[in-house]
């Protein structure tokens, strides 16, 4: 199995992967880890890869083009079963994920920063969304090593009793709305009207709608 891991901090990744049962299964060469720094794919003399987001608000959001650059390069090279991204509002993880997981070739881990990615990277790109818990961490890297450490282990061979892994078993309780930042089209997807309407009190109502919205279908039991 074959993981490329898109990171902006490849060094706060590496650990996980240097020790134990991890190493050993790299080392075996049944599972292969890259991380791929996407600062390198950023844009200008110093590699922006973040932006002020589209309608106000605190903190910053990943750009496409640099994700967009970087994981089409990475398809170009090799056919991906899935796209994956670490945020807090995916499914949560569980040993049924890491199970099916298992199962695949090569996977895509993307793991987000700041106030999250351009909402079209996930329209785009992104076939699955995976959590770790109910709560924030600063960036997408920690989960991205709990996921591999679930899923390599139960590759064949990794575990020396091959049965041995078989027997193993937020505040105002509503999810983030849509982020958008610059361009505010891509390839004919379009940044919502209201975020650049800069009517400040639409844009609090867009998003508490869309957050109660994607709340409700995606976790409902927060609202009960
Ligand atoms: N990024 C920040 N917090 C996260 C979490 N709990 N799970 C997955 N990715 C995250």
Known sequence: MRIDIITLHPGLLESPFSHSIIKRA?????????????????????RQVDDAPFGGGAGMVMCIEPIARCIEELKSARQYDEII?????GDLLNQATANNLSLLDNIILLCGHYKGIDERV???FITKEI????????GGELPAAVLCDS???LLPGVISDETSAL??????NLLAPPVYTRPAEYNGLK???VLLSGNAKQIEEW??????EKTKTKRPDLLA
């Open 207 to 212: 998003r508490l709608a869309r957050s109660i």
């Open 131 to 138: 959590s770790i818990g109910d709560y924030v961490l600063s």
């Open 85 to 89: 991204y670490l945020t807090p509002d």
């Open 26 to 46: 790299i080392e075996k060469k049944l599972a292969e880890v890259n991380f791929i720094n996407l600062r390198s794919y950023g844009t200008g003399n110093y």
């Open 151 to 153: 899923v390599i282990r």
């Open 191 to 193: 940044v919502p009207d």
């Open 122 to 124: 996930r329209e785009l």
């Open 167 to 172: 027997t193993d078993s937020f505040q105002d």
